[in-house]
């Protein structure tokens, strides 16, 4: 974002907190290391420390109303956050604005953090009365709701518990979304687990599942929750979806945990920066099982399948056929892929291109028939990768994750990702490497995806725990140039490389040259505040 560039405004309707800790303190701070500008709305005045709420003090309607119709003549928002509330009124106001905003701006994000009670303890924030009024004027409204455990019994009216199994999480979910919250994520910093953080996301219709990343062991952790609605809000107001929202608020959420301190006897505040790195990349699982990651690795970072040794030229070629592929294996390539889509003679090319990369010392990649690749004969001289896509990987029932695991200590895993939450979920699987797709416009497949770019890519680059591989558009010398200096492992070539022997031989010179000055160009530094561009 250029100086010049107005950031996008977001409203935080919320509580001021005496402490500084949470509230509209932390949206504040929030707002400031996501980029966009935040209009703090007080509809609360607390009386607290850093050991309790001792009382809140409601705003009058016409008080908040007055607020809101000034913000509304000069600043209109690009999203709305509410916190603290605390008055049936007040829920009333909010949800007449946002109705009101709509018929303009009929896509405006509206993100509830259901704050119903402090981490802390003291005056009661809720009563009987506003937990209807949520249910009845602001989740319908709902873009994408943020209780943690206890609030989401709550607005379900049932008792507020912190101890509950974590599978009961995604009914919470689902009930919540049946109420009218088009996304939910319920946090999971109330819950027992002590190494875990898990966050149940259902963010229809592009992903659902357990948002995962190592507990943060820190006692300072006031603020949190108000954070990551905050760093929500304005990842929609940047133009992300739900499902990304939720993955880089996660992110900026634990940042702020690493970086909490202490200000009085009790919790102290989270604190995002924009000048230091966002949090670790999480891992999202598949349907409602954790991450493979947790449940058959050992909690770091290391891929659960056999390391990805990228190919001293940096190039990765897809190629339809097997005789496609032995010309380009003839020709030196090194690292293949046989995307073969059909499935009438699929195993005839599979059992062609193993031999050609036994044969050459390649690394040969299949793509989709993951099944029948696994059922080759095993060959010491044959590396075997798989590749598969996100609807792929989503599509395997437990019998194929089972059988496909049980296979990673001999195979490579490649997982194409279009987005953070498909990021999220490759890094999760523990894949060898990660596809960034596409690059550029590409007309191979036919994709909604908005390309990524040098940003993306880098962002890519700097966030996944495996090799990323730049993939889509990749078609001249001077294509390769430009992406190879954005730091990934290998750049895809299919059309690039031309359809038959004679081609390759006289086109991959200057396309090994190219990624090699790329290597040696100086890439631009990738900001700390920097967040990826929007890919939908």
Known sequence: MSRTTRPPIIWSIAGQDSAGGAGLSADQRA???????????????????????????????????????????????????????????????????????????????????????????????????????????????????????????????????????????????????????????????????????????????????????????????????????????????????????????????????????????????????????????????IGRALPWQITQGDGSDRPLFLPFDAPPDGLYGILPDSEQLQAAAQAGMRCLQLRHKAREGAEAHMAASARTCAEHGALLFINDHWQQALSLPQDPDLKLGLHLGQEDLLGLSPTDQQQLLAARGRIVLGLSSHSPWELARAAGCGASLIACGPVLPTTTKDMPWVPQGEDNLRWWVAHSPAPVVAIGGLLDPQDLTRYAACGPACLCVVRGLGRHAADMQARLPSLREAVREGHLRVSPPLQERSLPHPVL
Not at 43 to 67: E, Y
Not at 123 to 135: G, H, I, K
Not at 235 to 256: E, N, P, S, Y
Request: net charge negative; glycine share 8%; aromatic share 4%.
């Open 31 to 285: 707002a400031d290391a996501m980029g966009v500008h935040l209009c703090p709305v007080v509809a609360c005045v607390t009386a607290q420390n850093s050991m309790g709420v001792k009382a809140i003090f409601p705003v009058s309607p016409a008080q908040l109303d007055a607020q809101l119709q000034a913000l509304a003549q000069d600043m209109p928002p690009a999203a709305i956050k509410t916190g603290l509330l605390g008055d049936v009124a007040l829920i009333e106001v909010v949800a007449t604005w946002v109705r009101q905003l709509r018929e303009i701006n009929p896509n405006l994000p509206l993100v509830i953090d259901p704050v119903l009670g402090a981490s802390a303890g003291g005056a009661a924030f809720s009563n009987d009365e506003v937990l209807w009024a949520y249910r009845r004027h602001l989740l319908p409204l709902a873009t994408l709701i943020t209780p943690n455990r206890s609030e989401a019994q709550r607005l379900l009216g049932r008792p507020a518990r912190h101890d509950g199994a974590q599978e009961d999480l995604p009914d919470l979910a689902l009930r919540l979304r049946e109420m009218g919250a088009r996304n939910v994520v319920i946090t999971g910093g109330d819950a027992p687990s002590p190494d875990w953080a898990l966050d149940w996301m259902d963010a229809a219709p592009h992903a659902q599942g357990w948002l995962s990343n190592r507990r943060v062991a820190t006692r300072h952790h006031h603020g949190s929750g108000c954070t990551f609605a905050t760093a929500a809000a304005s990842a929609l107001a940047l133009g992300h979806v739900g499902a990304d929202a939720i993955v880089l608020a996660k992110m900026r959420t634990t940042q702020a945990l690493l970086n909490a301190h202490e200000a009085g006897e009790g919790p102290g505040p989270v604190m995002p920066s924009a000048a230091r790195p966002l949090g670790p990349l999480p891992w999202l699982g």
